[in-house]
């Protein structure tokens, strides 16, 4: 098994940028695939990006897509979330996930990962 452990959150003010971390420890990261997931309050869990195993094939969903970076430094066993021109709409508690996949596959459904980092808190404020 693989544990998560996210970092990085914060207060940020509009049009700022946080870059969140998630270190791996147990198992090599090398062999899962990874997303980044958020919550906010009220709202169900969404997808934001992910990775393959390489890092050579990204995803993102719409709203993040030219303004988030996702990657991954597989010796440092971490996967990253670069954050930039945070929004107010921004804010929420950002989850990593890791799954066992095949080399390029990238995941974007959360019940695609088994496994889940507690959440970090971002707060973007206009």
């Known amino acids: 098994q693989v544990q998560l452990v996210e970092s990085g959150g914060g207060l940020v003010q509009a049009g700022g940028s946080l870059r969140l971390s998630c270190a791996a420890s147990g198992r090599t990261v090398s062999k899962y695939a990874m997303g980044w997931f958020r919550q906010a309050p009220g709202k169900e869990r969404e997808f934001v990006a992910s990775?393959?195993?390489?890092?050579?094939?990204?995803r993102y969903a719409d709203s993040v897509k030219g303004r988030f970076t996702i990657s991954r430094d597989n010796a440092a066993n971490t996967v990253y979330l670069q954050m930039t021109s945070l929004e107010p709409e921004d804010t929420a508690i950002y989850y990593c996930a890791a799954q066992q996949a095949a080399s390029f596959t990238v995941l974007v459904r959360a019940n695609s990962y088994d496994y889940w980092g507690q959440g970090t808190q971002v707060t973007v404020s206009s």
């Open positions: 990775i393959s195993r390489s890092g050579g094939s990204t």
